[in-house]
T-cell receptor, first 108, second 117 residues
């Protein structure tokens, strides 16, 4: 069964304290792994797409990496404005499966 | 460039009624996907339309249906509403289909908050 599991469910960091979010997946025929950020009351905001193991992408303080079984979203020196829920999703032959998300709270 | 727009933003309906939600994709985007988001189940894929054809469908009952018009705008319909249909319904658009592009980006609208009483 295709599924996505994210951990931890919630993460509290001090401003500047780097950490990583995990997304493990089982999917037949991975066509892409996606990271989104969602703020309360808003739709998810696209961050990254990763296609193959070993691929990495960066955007400001965020860096996403991909292996054959999981993906990590590394947050370097986070700021309070990085507080949000981060969602991971995989695509299998055009169907999307989302994880339940990691709620990140960065305190000043 | 305007983003994905969804109307209405909020809706309150009674059990047994039906509802139609609308989504306008980013200009030039031909694929529109619909999702249901609830606190208990998270984000769940409903269906995807491309060039007016439903290309993929999630595991939802037949009460949930949709269509896409020639201008890529899409509507989603839910008939015989149940209390459990209360959710945030999100629409997302992209240039093409996820499995057929080497560089795929999907953009979400703000959602329609549906409350069934």
């Amino acid at each position: 069964e295709d599924q996505v599991t994210q951990s931890p469910e919630a993460l509290r960091l001090q401003e500047g304290e780097s950490s990583s979010l995990n997304c493990s997946y089982t999917v037949s025929g991975l066509r892409g792994l996606f990271w989104y950020r969602q703020d309360p009351g808003k739709g998810p905001e696209f961050l990254f797409t990763l296609y193959s193991a070993g691929e990495e992408k960066e955007k400001e303080r965020l860096k996403a990496t991909l292996t054959k079984k999981e993906s990590f979203l590394h947050i370097t020196a986070p700021k309070p404005e990085d507080s949000a829920t981060y969602l991971c999703a995989v695509c299998n032959f055009n169907k999307f499966y989302f994880g339940s998300g990691t709620k990140l709270n960065v305190k000043p | 460039k305007a983003g994905v727009t969804q109307t209405p933003r909020y809706l309150i309906k009674t059990r047994g009624q039906q509802v139609t939600l609308s989504c306008s994709p980013i200009s030039g985007h031909r694929s529109v996907s619909w999702y249901q988001q609830t606190p208990g189940q998270g984000l769940q894929f409903l269906f995807e339309y491309f060039s007016e054809t439903q290309r993929n469908k999630g595991n939802f009952p037949g009460r949930f249906s949709g269509r896409q018009f020639s201008n890529s705008r899409s509507e989603m319909n839910v008939s015989t509403l149940e209390l459990g249909d209360s959710a945030l319904y999100l629409c997302a658009s992209s240039l093409g289909l996820a499995g057929e592009q080497s560089s795929y980006e999907q953009y979400f609208g703000p959602g329609t908050r549906l409350t069934v009483t």
